[in-house]
């Protein structure tokens, strides 16, 4: 990494100030965390993964219209994304009973629910990232009526995508966290863009004829090698070859740096085209 203005470092990523105004720089760490920071590891390759994944999945999605701070992946490790406002506040959407759910409501793992199922976290290493109902985050002034609907609305457009992605490479997708930010217009104009990343971090992946769980739960519960879990949804994706980056736990640096970059082609166009407008009115959260 060249010499940059650090505006954020957090567990998985840390954030650079952008070469233009309004962008910001994301970097993919190798650092692995689990239960708030106990269990804690660096994995070679993990963050290139990541950072292939997410990209690819974004583009996928600012394609049907959903969008998103992504603008271009910059190398292997670092994409260049819009700089937003982030909304505090994780929303989860679960298909399938995994994690908290089942430890909070005695639910048997793999449970497909009736419907999909809408949480929200407040977002706070400090408080364990609590979870939160949407008249707490009204309450507390993290989010308005009007930005909740559209944050809700994108999640369901998400989840219906990325079912019907995962469904034809044979995974089962469980659930996944979202994150959201603030893009402010020239004139005032509120835009609600999906941020951060959507990766097997972020989600919960099973392979569908076997149960086997591609994603961080690998790392949580030691169920086999990390890297392992998410080169088979790269590979499925198309984005690596079948040999994959990581082998034997050692990273292949000049193949990964071999593979072409992701571009958000959607980006090159007008600045605010295609962005749905939530609100005209001025105001403080």
């Not at 009007?146 to 034809?168: K, Q, S, T």
């Not at 736990?249 to 970059?261: I, Q, R, Y």
Request: negative net charge; proline residues 4%; charged residues 30%.
């Amino acid at each position: 990494m060249s010499k940059r203005r650090q505006l954020y470092d957090g567990k998985a990523k840390t954030i650079f100030e952008g070469p233009e105004p309004g962008t910001v720089i994301q970097y993919f760490k190798d650092d692995t965390s689990a239960f708030d920071g106990v269990k804690k590891a660096v994995i070679s390759g993990k963050g290139v993964l990541n950072n292939r994944i997410s990209a690819h999945i974004m583009t996928k999605l600012e394609g049907i219209g959903i969008p998103t701070h992504f603008i271009r992946s910059l190398n292997m490790r670092e994409q260049l994304v819009r700089q937003l406002e982030i909304i505090p506040v994780e929303l989860v959407m679960r298909n399938i009973a995994a994690g908290s759910l089942c430890k909070r409501y005695g639910i048997p793992e793999g449970t497909v629910l009736q419907q999909p199922l809408v949480e929200f976290f407040y977002k706070s290493d400090e408080l364990h990232d609590p979870l939160v109902s949407e008249q707490h985050i009204m309450n507390f002034g993290w989010a308005w009526p009007d930005e909740l609907e559209e944050m809700v609305h994108m999640a369901w457009r998400v989840n219906d995508y990325l079912n019907g992605l995962f469904a034809g490479m044979g995974l089962k997708l469980v659930d996944f966290k979202l994150e959201f930010g603030r893009l402010w217009g020239e004139n005032g104009e509120l835009y609600i863009l999906l941020a951060d990343e959507i990766s097997p971090d972020s989600c919960r992946l099973w392979d569908a004829a076997t149960g086997e769980k591609l994603d961080k739960d690998r790392f949580r519960y030691d169920l086999g090698d990390l890297t392992e879990g998410y080169q088979k949804i790269a590979r499925k994706l198309g984005l690596i070859p079948e040999g994959g980056l990581v082998k034997d736990g050692t990273f292949d640096e000049e193949l990964a740096e071999s593979l072409g970059d992701i571009e958000n082609e959607l980006a090159r166009k007008s600045h605010w085209k295609g962005l749905k407008v939530v609100s005209k009115k001025p105001r403080k959260v």
